[in-house]
């Protein structure tokens, strides 16, 4: 076989492929052309060309010297009809999965990094056992237990008649009602396990570019050691599993099917146990005691099997653990069956009052999550101390700071949750406050975790009102100095006020790191607070105070009150919102950053927080540029906006050495390192962004002062032009007859820097491809070398993740 052809010697053609960003695109609007052709892909992504260049790869010479340009669409990846807002409220899932990816560094070895893995994995599973708990607040405690155990309650409640105490029916004993119930937080489990296993077949099952792809362009079959790590460490998002996630989802998907069944089971038997200790019925006494062992040791080989195993990156792993997949869910969905049968079986003396047994659980997994916390702060600082950075966001504290966000967003929506359906129950009452109320309500812990947002959000008007200020002073700085970017125009206030204003605003997003910070901080102190109090006085706030004076009395009853609502408004809004975000491209564009930057890793600590689109958009690229390439012969550039040129980074980490060395890379409103390396720097920091600089040579990165989102990528170096003039003219000119708008995080292609810059990444490509195919066509003559030569960059790693994140033991 004859290697390649170079675009040098025999007019082989060039390609631009198009990488769009946030909010979506669609192929005419990114090619220009109302007539485009589907190339490759399907309906969910998939790559166009326009019509009139279908067969231009056979015909180069028609191109007349320009790129075929391609378009890329993942759109549908992240979006779709509004019933996928769901996915929302499982954010809190989202967000801890985010915590995994934030480690500062890997240089503190490869047990550190695995102990940061396995804490996160931890505090994930503790979400999930929270959400199922407080599934089974609302159905077993205050829906089976309290109100259809007391007739002011269920009086008036036909839908809850077959369970009510008052009418005496087999279902009215207690320990029924509790088995009916648990139906509700049971079909809870197995809709999270319905989902995640959907998604895992669609996203995480996605084959990325194998081992024999690498080394048949590498022209040396026998290149690596046999496990597929491509010979090296090398940088993380470059290994070649990093994208395929499939044996460690199936395996935490297990698990957290487990915990859930197991947190129902738990709630049946501690309840049901509870009365047996109480009366003399001896042999239901030992099987309760047999069902709590029993239940033990099943949580126990849960937190074992998260413990035991991370993430494959060094190879395409195409296990699965088939006996943990299987038997693990298996066995405690049959527990669950065993604990409800316990539960059913008739006990005429029994009563429900009170609470259910067992509700201090609220309160002990949150200290459990806290005390996590607190030892995964620990262990950051650690790894920080190791390979400190400037830019790393809070010193290396982002992955603490976002778990505990994600804890305390997961406990505002569950307890809003329990809230709001006890005061539907009660009626006129207010739960827990012994106001004609006919149910105790939820856990107390619960109304005080809800009574703290109100001073959380008075708290966090300090920061808003100091960033407020200090966003008014840097504008008027800026005017002051705005004309030296227009020395021929004439001044205007206005104009002026406004280019400013806009350049301001767009740095705040500079300040999101110590806002997190605070925000966190203030979430321990509150959330620790509202634990203790919960614990001391047993009561609600507003019991709890009304000893105090009159103020304090009044103001603990107004935080209560506005607490409860603001948790149930927020719930209806956010889900609003949600949907809204699905159906709406402006509304998607508003939250897509965050959305975006939350689904684009995979899921390694929480397997039921939403897909992640990338393990499907980026073997999709990589695919294409490496056929493309190795079929033609051509020069290509990828170029991508915004999330798009995150995408476009990652895939060119993907790439073999040979076929990177064809490739020229293109990034504009680029958030690779104003966001990624800033808030995870073991993938994306300084160190490996430069790594992939001198891997791919042929880099170019525009960015506007204007832009919230993108900005500059390496400071030293030739990769970034920018800032670029924003607006392209300041007033009316004979080239600008109309007012030019500010442009900010969009339309990069209508500046004139993007298609120069462009061809200057083809014109350097056009020299250096010749030189490597001439290279190639003597390596097949002459035979493979003692090294690879053509492998970029396969010296040592001197970034970050030098050791590579948690591999399995």
Known sequence: MSPPPSPGESGAPALELLVHGVGGATPQGMLGDAHTVRITGDETAAVYRRAVDTDADAHPQNTRGRPVPEAYVWSNLTSGNSARALWLLLLPFMVVNLAHWMLPSGRGGLRVVRLYGVLVRLVA?????????????????????QCAGSSGCSDGKSWLGFLAAAHGGWWAQPGRRLAAAALVPSALTALLWYLSNRTWSAYESQQPLGDDARAADAGDPGDGDGDGDGGGPGPALGRPGFWYGRRLVARLRAAHTAAGFLTVAAALTVATAAFDRRSSATLLEAIGWLLEATLLVAAAVVVWVVCRRGRTETRLDEELDRAVVTLLPGGALTLLGLSALYAAWSRPGWQSSGTLPGDRSFGILTLAQLALVVVLTAVAMAMYRRSPHTRTALRGLAGPAVALLACALGGVMTGGVAQRVADWLDGPGTPGMGRKSSIAGPPVLLSWQASVIPVLLLLLLLPVA?????????????????MTDYPHEKPDTVRTRQIAGIRAR???TDA??????????????????????SWLSEQVPGRAADDAPSFIAAATDAAQAAGSWLVGLGFILFVTLGRRAYRDASARRSVGILWDVGTFWPRAAHPFAPPCYAERAVPDLTWRMFTWTDRTGGRLVISGHSQGSVLAAAAVWQLPARTRSRVALLTYGSPLERLYGRWFPAYFGPDCLDRLHREVPCWRNLWRATDPIGGWVLRDGDVDRGPLLDPAAYGRTREHPLPDPVLGHSDYQA??????????????????????????????????PGGDAGEAGSGPVTGVLADPPETAD
């Open 125 to 145: 599973l503790s979400l999930t056992v929270l959400l199922v708990a407080s599934a089974c607040e609302v159905a077993l405690d205050l829906t089976a237990w």
């Open 751 to 784: 500046d004139p820097a993007f298609a120069e810059e462009r061809g200057a990444l083809l014109d350097r490509l056009a020299t250096a491809v010749p030189r490597q195919a001439a290279h190639q066509a003597a390596h097949q003559n002459l035979g493979p």
């Open 506 to 508: 767009a740095q705040l």
């Open 512 to 533: 999101a790191p110590p806002f997190v910070g605070i925000v966190s901080a203030a979430t321990l102190l509150l959330g620790g607070g509202a634990l203790t109090g």
């Open 466 to 482: 100091y960033y407020a200020l200090r966003t008014l002073h840097r504008e008027r700085r800026i005017a002051a100095t705005l």
